[in-house]
């Protein structure tokens, strides 16, 4: 009889195998009751961002009391002993017997600290029922000063940080240590300039700065992003739309690595910075209402890399100007997703279109403005990027002379034409007009075009349809029909 020889892998060849699993949090669980060499290997990847799975999907009511007595347990016995004196009371542990260790230190395993996952373990320590009590902000308080002391003190390696609303005293008794791999930071103008001066001291590897209320210079920040190493993101949302020419200029310091900015609700940074910024890839305006529209910043700028512009809520009339920023690209444009809330000037749609025609080869995503001309700019488009294009954003308009809505049977017909295309999403909006007969005659052949020769369906299509007429019954029992037998993913209207 052959002996059967059982080979045990290496630590880091597990390690290897289960960083590729990383995602599939699953498995990951059902490899910790294998052994302990698995189990040991697992545990610091599950324990990396534990609330991820809660922020994700919500489903576990149990959750935040699980984690809670975990991190109680955690606690040194420094907190125990003030918990205990202020008369916290956590109903899920008791501090009064002696606690049991846990099997690993799982707070050093912590790489993204959030203040709104401290907020929701808060009321787990202190008790839900005294959430009206007037001494439940004051334990509050205590209570989130204690956690951060301990996800400072004791995580090795941060990755994510967002700076509470405490100061953080004990960041310099610790000197930073578990931040000099900080890669992203979420933040605001209001936090002590110190502080993040303090943050200089260890971090200049961020990529990635949150503000998530940019009203107003802060020394400090404008300090801390001057001196970032590699800044590759940077978001500023700013809901009074108070000028930050500081952080504008050191924003404009960090052209060479900056590949991306999001800029929402107000602009606050001065228009002199954006045409610095050369090696800007992804470029994402979401303004509050049409009337903060100051896209005049983006006039005369050349983003020869970029790949991705998306503006929503921006006055129509800018149309020109996303026109010239196509034609000063290298051809590397993947997304121009423009929603407006006015329409564009009809003499600026064709020159559009040209540019998309021109210098677009790479377009998967693409908001194009229909008129009753544009039929064959609409073939052009799809003959020059139909192998990479997944959703067409259509605004349909009448001409200056037209009264007569747009027909969508011609768009279904050059859609229908194309021989190899991955189209997984077409939205309408505005003057169409649909009959019955030619929607179920476009979701019909949709389902029979041939992939390599074999009649399948390609992919599922999602539609929606928000137009200027109600559609009938009969078109929404198609859409359904056609959802049920898996022509489409889904609709909406």
């Not at 960083?19 to 910790?32: A, C, G, P, V």
């Not at 949150?210 to 400090?220: L, M, S």
């Not at 998306?310 to 000063?328: E, H, M, P, Q, S």
């Amino acid at each position: 009889m052959q002996e059967t020889i059982k080979i045990r892998l290496p630590a880091d060849c597990l390690r290897e195998i289960f960083e590729n699993l990383s995602q599939d949090k699953k498995s990951l669980r059902t490899f910790l009751l294998v052994n302990r060499l698995w189990c040991e290997t697992v545990v610091p990847i599950l324990w990396r961002d534990p609330f991820k799975l809660k922020r994700t999907y919500n489903c576990d009511p149990g959750f935040w009391t699980t984690i809670t007595r975990t991190l109680l347990l955690c606690l040194p016995e420094q907190s125990i002993v003030l918990f205990k004196n202020k008369g916290i009371n956590p109903p899920m542990i008791s501090l009064e017997v002696d606690r049991e260790p846990p099997l690993f230190d799982y707070v050093s395993y912590f790489q993204n600290i959030s203040c709104q996952d401290i907020y929701e373990i808060i009321p787990q320590i202190i008790g839900k029922d005294i959430l009206t009590d007037v001494s439940y902000y004051h334990k509050g308080n205590l209570v989130e000063n204690e956690l951060w002391k301990l996800f400072i003190t004791r995580c090795s390696s941060i990755k994510y940080l967002e700076l509470p609303n405490i100061p953080l005293d004990y960041l310099n008794n610790n000197k930073g240590s578990c931040l000099s791999h900080l890669t992203e930071l979420e933040c605001s103008t209001s936090k002590s300039s110190q502080l993040f001066l303090d943050l200089t001291q260890t971090c200049a590897d961020i990529k990635k700065i949150v503000i998530n209320t940019c009203d107003g210079d802060n020394e400090g920040l404008v300090t801390l992003i001057s001196m970032q190493k590699c800044l590759k993101e940077i978001v500023l949302v700013s809901p009074e739309g108070v000028q930050c020419p500081l952080i504008g200029e050191a924003i404009g310091t960090q052209y060479p690595s900056l590949t991306c900015i999001r800029l929402e609700e107000h602009i606050c940074i001065p228009s002199t910075i954006f045409p610095k910024l050369i090696n800007l890839k992804h470029i994402q305006i979401d303004l509050e209402e049409e009337f903060n529209s100051k896209l005049e910043l983006l006039d005369g700028c050349v983003f020869p890399l970029l790949e991705s512009l998306v503006i929503r809520n921006a006055n129509g009339k800018y149309l020109d100007l996303y026109t010239k920023l196509i034609k000063n690209t290298n051809g590397s444009i993947r997304i121009m997703e423009i929603d407006t809330l006015s329409l564009p000037s009809l003499n600026l749609i064709k020159p559009y279109w040209q540019a998309l025609i021109k210098h677009c080869p790479q377009l998967e995503f693409v908001t194009v403005w229909y008129k009753d001309d544009s039929l064959n700019d609409l073939k052009n488009l799809l003959s020059t990027c139909s192998n990479k294009l997944k959703g067409i954003f259509f605004e349909g308009l009448l001409g200056q002379f037209s009264w007569r809505l747009l027909d969508l049977k011609y768009v279904f017909d050059s859609l229908l034409e194309l021989n190899d295309d991955n189209i997984e999403e077409l939205h309408f909006r505005g003057s169409w007009t649909l009959h019955s007969k030619d929607l179920k005659k476009f979701l019909n052949n949709w389902s029979k075009k041939s992939d390599k020769g074999r009649k399948s369906i390609k992919k599922p299509l999602y539609i929606s349809i928000k137009v200027d007429f109600e559609l009938s019954k009969e078109i929404v029992n198609i859409f359904e029909e056609f959802v049920n037998n898996g022509v489409l993913r889904g609709w909406s209207r």
